[in-house]
C-alpha cells in the first residue's frame, strides 16, 4: 500500500515539475520577438525592445503603436535594415559602439530620431560633430635630413594613418623582403626615424636594419615620403634652395594640408 502511495506521489511530482519546465520553455519562446527591418530578420529579447520606455519599438511591442506584419508574422518596420544592427548593439550594450571607418553618422542620427531614442541620437550627433572638427584641424608634414649617422632621415605628421601610408609604401620599396615596416625605424604612431645607415663608395647613403640588412637608399626613402605627401593632397611649404639641386637633397621640408 505504501508503495503504491509513493510511486503516485512520484508520479504527481514528474507532472508538476514538466508542466514547470513546458511553462518556462513557453515563456522563454514568447520572450523571443522577431522584426522585420527593410528586409533584414532581427531575433532578439522583448526586455531588450522595451528597454526605453515611450520608444518607437517599446511601443510596438507593449501594444501603444500599430505596427504591420509580414507574411511570416513577423513584425515590419520600413526601414534601413543594415543600420538597425546599430540600434540594436546600442539597446543591448547601453552605449554606441560603431565599427571603425563608420561613415554613416547623418543616416544612424535620423533612424535613432525615427525609433524615438534621443539618448542615441544625442551620442551620434556628438561623434559626428567631433569628427567634424577634426576633419577641419590643419594636418602637418615635416621631412628632416640631418646627415648624422645616429640621427639619419626624421618624418613627422600629427595624422597617424598618414605615417602608416608611409610605412607602408617602404616595404613595397625595400630592396630586402620585409614581412612588415621594420620597428627600429618607428619612434611613435607621429614619427619614422631612420638611424641605421651608412655610405656607399659613391656616396650613397644606405638604410640598414639592426642586422645588416639593406633595406635601401635615404633618398629612395625621402623621395617616397615626399610623392605620397603630394599625393595625399599635402602642400609644400618650404621654400627650395636652388643650390641644393634636387628636391630630395633638401635638409627639411615642411607640408601642410
Not at 563608420?102 to 559626428?128: I, M, Y
Not at 628632416?144 to 609604401?169: E, M, V, W, Y
Not at 617616397?224 to 618650404?238: D, P, V
Amino acid at each position: 500500500m505504501e508503495r503504491k502511495i509513493n510511486r503516485r506521489e512520484k508520479e504527481c511530482e514528474e507532472k508538476h515539475s514538466n508542466s514547470e519546465g513546458s511553462e518556462q520553455d513557453k515563456d522563454y519562446k514568447t520572450s523571443l520577438i522577431t522584426l522585420n527591418v527593410g528586409g533584414y530578420l532581427y531575433i532578439t529579447q522583448k526586455q531588450t525592445l522595451t528597454k526605453y520606455p515611450d520608444s518607437f519599438l517599446e511601443g510596438i511591442i507593449n501594444g501603444k503603436i500599430m505596427c504591420p506584419f509580414d507574411a511570416d508574422g513577423h513584425y515590419f518596420i520600413d526601414r534601413d535594415g543594415l543600420l538597425f544592427r546599430h540600434i540594436l548593439n546600442f539597446l543591448r550594450n547601453g552605449e554606441l559602439l560603431l565599427p571603425e571607418g563608420f561613415r554613416e553618422n547623418q543616416l544612424l542620427a535620423q533612424e535613432a530620431d525615427f525609433f524615438q531614442l534621443k539618448v542615441l541620437s544625442d551620442a551620434v550627433k556628438s561623434r559626428w560633430e567631433k569628427e567634424q572638427l577634426a576633419s577641419r584641424e590643419t594636418t602637418f608634414l615635416e621631412i628632416t635630413d640631418s646627415h648624422d649617422r645616429s640621427q639619419g632621415l626624421r618624418i613627422f605628421c600629427n595624422a597617424p594613418d598618414f605615417i602608416a601610408k608611409i610605412k607602408s609604401r617602404i616595404v613595397l620599396v625595400s630592396k630586402s623582403r620585409l614581412d612588415g615596416f621594420p620597428e627600429e625605424f618607428s619612434v611613435s604612431s607621429n614619427i619614422i626615424q631612420f638611424k641605421y645607415f651608412i655610405k656607399s663608395e659613391n656616396g650613397t647613403r644606405l638604410v640598414l636594419k639592426e642586422d645588416n640588412t639593406f633595406v635601401c637608399t635615404l633618398e629612395t626613402l625621402k623621395f617616397e615620403a615626399i610623392m605620397t605627401a603630394l599625393k595625399c593632397g599635402f602642400r609644400l611649404l618650404t621654400s627650395l634652395d636652388c643650390s641644393k639641386g634636387s628636391i630630395v637633397h633638401s635638409d627639411a621640408l615642411h607640408f601642410i594640408k
